[in-house]
Structure formats: structure tokens, C-alpha cells
């Protein structure tokens, strides 16, 4: 566990503190010295950061509480993090934009508006497992494709996987594209390309917000819901699957959350940005073992009994939907053409055979 608290350090250094209260609220001690082989060298003075956290519980929620903790770490380095409570992804969002902080931690879906590449890497069916996701992560901290993370005064100074989105039904009659016709799914009403995509299955759009995303699955106001497996005990699904549902073992998609900064109030505290950025980069390719063994643990403890799986003849037709989705939505200007590229060649390095290695449409 020791190796996956380096990483939630290094992130905090690189200038944001995104998911690790997500992932570790519960594995803060024995966080690594300043003076640790490998770790970076403190700042020569104290640097203060503003972070906007997200956390719906509030001040005393555990995402909240274990960014503190991971402050006092940072501190060290000679890296003052002062964190700044949201019960609402939407006005951190905001916030950051206005420059009353200087970070902020968010989902890749809100953070697209700041850099439309690396906010497209959660685009539909973008990659289909783990091993795909630390090959993409490899690929992003090239310091050539890492320009690609700054924006103006916007740069994204890390990405971190949350794991595999997996649909959950209260029926387990629910286990093909054309069965999810005429139902209610949660989709996020701030995310139109959601909607639309429901829209086009013939189901029937139930919009919410983070806060209330969970709660119109399990009290029966949709059938149908997305999230990743570290969200099912957090989230109750288990109220809204109910005795007749389940999850089905395919993955919509691999998450993503993202740090961003603004680059033009942390560049004059901190002149080399990048220097320290790569390094952390770097530093935590060399543990993501870690994360993503937790992110397949939380799998693991969803109950067996819960999840359905698909023939193959199903699987594929996803893939083809997913593909299809993707393309439309990168022509219409919703997802941006250089990510997507990018990822289709991690897709082809692992699975060279199949059929879209031979086009040329992403």
C-alpha cells in the first residue's frame, strides 16, 4: 500500500489533490520523506495553492478530510495546500474559472470545457481495460504529447482512473441494447451529449447532478444507472438493483478524474512547473500497479451474484454502438479527433487484429 500513498502524494506536489480521498481515506500514515529516494525536491519556499475539493458530504466528508491529511504531507515540500470545501462540482468548477483557486479536482466530463483533448479521454467505449488505461497514462506523460495538457492559462497536471463504468439495472431482464428501450436512465443534466446518446436507445433521459445521481436510481425513478464499482457501496446501489437487478459485467467506458491548474497563477510561484510536473509524472507510472489493483479489488467486492454476462454476440454489438457514438460525436465537435487517435492506437497495440485497426475514421 506503501507505493500507492507515493502516488497520492506526487499528485498532491504536481498541483492538485484529485481522487486520492476517493480511492485512500483510509490509508493516510506513512507517506514517504521529502528526502525519499526518487521523490522530488522540496520547493526552496513556501508555495500556497488554493484547492477547490468537491466533496457532498461537505467540510467533514472523507474526501474532504483525507485531502487534509494529505496537505499536512505536502507541507514537507514546502507545499502549502489550502483547501477550500464544495458540496457542489458545479460551483468549484466556477470558482477555479474566477481564479479563487488555483487548483481544482473534478471529472474529466466537467473538465473537458478547459482542454477538449484530454477531456475527450472519457469518450464512449474509449478503452476497455486496465491494461489499456496504463498504456494511455504511458503514452500522456511523453513530455511531447504532455503539451498537449496545456491550454491558454489552463493545463491539466494529472489524470487518474477511477475505474470501469459498469450499467446497473433493477431488472436483470435488462441485459441487451434493445431491452433498455422505453426505460429511465440517470444521466447527468449537465452533460447533454448523455442524454442524447439515451435518447437514441429509444430510453427515456432521468437528469440529475452528482448529488442526486444516485438517489433517482434507488428510489425508483430510473431502471437504469452508470458508475464505476468504487461508487456501489458509497452510492447504496445495492437499494435501487433491489432483489430482481444486477450490474453487467461490460465496461461503458474507462473513468477518468482530472487535476487542473491554472497555470498562470502557479507559473510565477513555482518557475519550474513543468521540470516538477514530468517528474512526478514519472514517479507515479512507477506505482499505478497500486491503484489499478485497488480499482480491481473494488470489483471484486461487488457480489458475485450480482453481475450478468453477456455472450459475445452482445459484447460486440456494445463495442460497435460505442464506436459508432464515438466517431459521430468526434465529427460533431464533442470530442476532439488527436485523443481519440491517440487512444485507438493503445486499443490497436493490445489487440492488433480487431476490425477498426484497419480504418481510418479515428
Not at 310 to 339: F, H, S, W
Request: aromatic share 8%.
Amino acid at each position: 500500500m506503501k507505493s500507492f500513498k507515493q502516488v497520492l502524494l506526487a499528485s498532491c506536489l504536481a498541483g492538485g489533490l484529485f481522487a486520492a480521498p476517493a480511492f485512500a481515506a483510509e490509508v493516510m500514515p506513512d507517506l514517504p520523506s521529502p528526502k525519499s529516494a526518487g521523490m522530488p525536491q522540496p520547493l526552496p519556499k513556501p508555495v500556497k495553492v488554493r484547492f477547490c475539493i468537491f466533496d457532498p458530504l461537505g467540510p467533514n466528508g472523507k474526501i474532504v478530510t483525507a485531502a487534509r491529511e494529505l496537505a499536512k504531507f505536502a507541507a514537507e515540500w514546502n507545499f502549502i495546500a489550502e483547501i477550500k470545501a464544495y458540496t457542489d462540482e458545479r460551483v468549484a468548477t466556477e470558482d477555479f474559472k474566477a481564479g479563487q483557486c488555483e487548483a481544482v479536482a473534478i471529472s474529466t466530463l466537467r473538465a473537458k470545457q478547459f482542454n477538449a483533448v484530454v477531456g475527450s479521454i472519457d469518450s464512449p467505449g474509449n478503452l476497455r481495460n486496465y491494461d489499456e488505461m496504463k498504456s494511455l497514462l504511458k503514452m500522456l506523460s511523453n513530455p511531447v504529447v504532455a503539451q498537449l495538457a496545456i491550454n491558454g492559462k489552463y493545463q491539466v497536471a494529472a489524470i487518474m482512473p477511477i475505474g470501469a463504468i459498469f450499467v446497473v439495472v433493477n431488472d436483470r431482464q435488462i441485459n441487451s441494447l434493445s431491452k433498455a428501450a422505453g426505460k429511465r436512465v440517470v444521466v447527468l443534466e449537465w452533460d447533454p451529449v448523455q442524454a442524447k446518446m439515451i435518447s437514441g436507445l429509444g430510453a427515456q433521459p432521468v437528469l440529475a447532478d452528482f448529488s442526486t445521481y444516485a438517489g433517482k436510481f434507488n428510489n425508483g425513478q430510473a431502471d437504469i444507472i452508470a458508475a464505476p464499482a468504487l461508487g456501489f457501496k458509497p452510492m447504496e446501489l445495492y437499494k435501487g438493483i433491489g432483489s430482481k437487478g444486477g450490474v453487467i459485467r461490460f465496461p461503458l467506458l474507462q473513468a477518468t478524474g482530472t487535476i487542473l491548474i491554472r497555470r498562470d497563477l502557479i507559473l510565477p510561484k513555482i518557475p519550474d512547473l513543468d521540470l516538477r510536473l514530468n517528474q512526478v509524472r514519472q514517479l507515479g507510472l512507477q506505482h499505478i500497479d497500486g491503484l489499478i489493483n485497488m480499482l480491481k479489488e473494488a470489483e471484486q467486492d461487488v457480489p458475485e451474484r450480482l453481475w450478468i454476462d453477456l455472450p459475445k454476440t452482445e459484447q460486440d454489438k456494445y463495442y460497435q454502438m460505442l464506436r459508432e457514438a464515438r466517431i459521430t460525436l468526434m465529427r460533431q465537435g464533442i470530442y476532439n479527433n488527436v485523443m481519440l487517435g491517440i487512444m485507438k492506437r493503445v486499443r490497436c497495440k493490445h489487440v492488433p487484429n480487431d476490425a477498426e485497426c484497419k480504418t481510418y475514421d479515428e
